[in-house]
C-alpha cells in the first residue's frame, strides 16, 4: 500500500548544483503536482501534470523543471539549486480535479532540500 | 486573486476540550474547500472536503462547516485527545484551474494532556 512515494527524504546541495526530487504513485492517478511548504507560508504550487506528457506551470515554477513521462512518475528537477530553495517538498496525485465530489489528494511525505 | 487565511497560527488546549480552528477565503466563488492534517515530518493527510453546495460535513469527532456567503470555514474537533496534536491546513481549488489548491498556513495544535 505504498501511495504516493518521495525520495530523497533530506538533501544537502551546494548552490549551483542540480538534482532531482523523485516522485512515484502507484494509484493510477491522472493528476499530480509538486508543492513547496515554507514556514507561515502554507503550501505553494510548484508544478502539476494532468497526464502523461501533459505539465503546466503553478505559482512558483521558476527554478524548477518537471516531465511527465509515465503516468506513475512525476520528477522535480533543480536546474540551479539556490538557498531561496532551501524547503520542504511536497508531490500529491489524485484520480481527478478538486472540483469532483469525493476527490481525495494523496501526499508523499515529504523531501527536505537545504542549499548552502 | 484567492487568499486563504489561518488564525491563530498555534493554539494549546487541555485534554478534553472541544475546539474550533478558523478559515477564511477572499473570494466566495469555490467549488470546495478541504481541511487536512500534516504531522510534524510527514505529509498531508485529507480530513474533510465539504462541496460548495453543502454547509456540513462530519468524520467521527470532526465536524467541518462551511459559510460562503462570509468567505468563512471552522473545523470543530469534540473532546480533543493528544493524539489531536498536529498542524491542521485548509485549502481550496482555483476557479480557474480546479486541479491547483491555494493553501492556509495552518494552524499548530497542542493537546496538552
Known amino acids: 500500500n505504498a501511495g504516493v512515494t518521495q525520495t530523497p527524504k533530506f538533501q544537502v546541495l551546494k548552490t549551483g548544483q542540480s538534482m532531482t526530487l523523485q516522485c512515484a504513485q502507484d494509484m493510477n492517478h491522472e493528476y499530480m503536482s509538486w508543492y513547496r511548504q515554507d514556514p507561515g507560508m502554507g503550501l505553494r504550487l510548484i508544478h502539476y501534470?494532468?497526464?502523461?506528457?501533459?505539465?503546466d506551470q503553478g505559482e512558483v515554477p521558476n527554478g524548477y523543471n518537471v516531465s511527465r513521462s509515465t503516468t506513475e512518475d512525476f520528477p522535480l528537477r533543480l536546474l540551479s539549486a539556490a538557498p531561496s530553495q532551501t524547503s520542504v517538498y511536497f508531490c500529491a496525485s489524485s484520480y481527478s480535479s478538486g472540483r469532483v465530489a469525493g476527490n481525495t489528494i494523496y501526499f508523499g511525505e515529504g523531501s527536505w532540500l537545504t542549499v548552502v | 486573486k484567492q487568499e486563504v487565511t489561518q488564525i491563530p497560527a498555534a493554539l494549546s488546549v487541555p485534554e478534553g476540550e472541544n475546539l474550533v480552528l478558523n478559515c477564511s477565503f477572499t473570494?466566495?466563488?469555490?467549488?470546495?474547500l478541504q481541511w487536512f492534517r500534516q504531522d510534524p515530518g510527514k505529509g498531508l493527510t485529507s480530513l474533510l472536503l465539504i462541496q460548495s453546495s453543502q454547509r456540513e460535513q462530519t468524520s467521527g469527532r470532526l465536524n467541518a462547516s462551511l459559510d460562503k456567503s462570509s468567505g468563512r470555514s471552522t473545523l470543530y474537533i469534540a473532546a480533543s485527545q493528544p493524539g489531536d496534536s498536529a498542524t491542521y491546513l485548509c485549502a481550496v481549488p482555483r476557479m480557474d484551474s480546479s486541479y491547483k489548491l491555494i493553501f492556509g498556513s495552518g494552524t499548530r495544535l497542542l493537546v496538552r494532556p
Open positions: 473570494d466566495s466563488a469555490i467549488y470546495n
Open positions: 501534470s494532468v497526464g502523461a506528457g501533459i505539465t
